[in-house]
């Protein structure tokens, strides 16, 4: 079974600063796709950014990028100019290419605070 | 285009009793998905719907059951309540079509669960 750790239970950054958020995942599979997704508490999981496991550009998304570093299985997702709105609970999920229903297997997740 | 719908928003029931919850599909999205996020925590798989079958389900026992009906719209049952399933239960639902397996999923806002 697949398993994705946040080891950041919380983060703060100054308004306009940079952060990194980290992620690892433990899989066997070659071929997976890995996502960023952030709740803030109107409780809505919105997708920021994903990455195929394929691919060895790493994804990005106006402000926000990742570091995916496959051999080490590390998924760390960058965000720059930080803005008040990007305050909120962040997670990291893993998803296999083969499996049938595609499901997500979600981290603990990082709660982000954003500094004025 | 209206996305994820989730009804209720906030549910109270006590021990022992049965609860439903109900989800709509985006507009052109065939597949539903189930997650239970308890506090503090991300969220976990329940099961998944698609042509009003079960598809997959994670590690939930049979208390838990769900249905798909020809409008892609689903339900999540629970029965015999218990103090631990209060949580959030939020619904994903994605599209086959195409690359399927590339398709995100798109999320409501949840239904919070709580149990006296």
């Known amino acids: 079974a697949q398993t994705v750790t946040q080891s950041q239970p919380e983060m703060s950054v100054q308004e306009a600063e940079t952060v990194t958020l980290s992620c690892t995942y433990d899989?066997?599979?070659?071929?997976?796709?890995l996502f960023w997704y952030k709740q803030p508490p109107s409780r809505q999981m919105i997708l920021v950014i994903r990455q195929e496991a394929y691919k060895q550009q790493n994804a990005t998304e106006n402000r926000f990028s990742v570091n995916f570093q496959k051999a080490a299985k590390s998924f760390s997702l960058k965000i720059s100019d930080s803005q008040l709105g990007d305050a909120a609970m962040y997670f990291c999920a893993y998803r296999s290419a083969g499996s049938i229903a595609r499901q997500l297997t979600f981290g603990s997740g990082t709660q982000l605070t954003v500094l004025p | 285009d209206a996305g994820v719908t989730q009804s209720p928003t906030h549910l109270i029931k006590t021990r022992g009793q049965q609860v439903t919850l109900r989800c709509s599909p985006k507009?052109?999205?065939?597949?539903v998905s189930w997650y239970q996020q308890a506090l503090g925590q991300g969220p976990q798989f329940i099961f998944q719907?698609?042509?009003?079958?079960?598809?997959q389900r994670g590690n939930f026992p049979d208390r838990f059951s769900g249905h798909q009906f020809p409008n892609y719209s689903s339900e999540l049952n629970v029965n015999a309540l218990l103090l631990g399933d209060s949580a959030l239960y939020l619904c994903a639902s994605s599209s086959s079509a195409g690359t399927g397996n590339n398709q995100p999923q798109h999320f409501g806002d949840g239904t919070r669960l709580s149990i006296l």
């Open positions: 507009s052109g999205h065939d597949t």
């Open positions: 899989t066997s599979e070659s071929d997976y796709y």
């Open positions: 719907y698609y042509e009003e079958e079960e598809r």
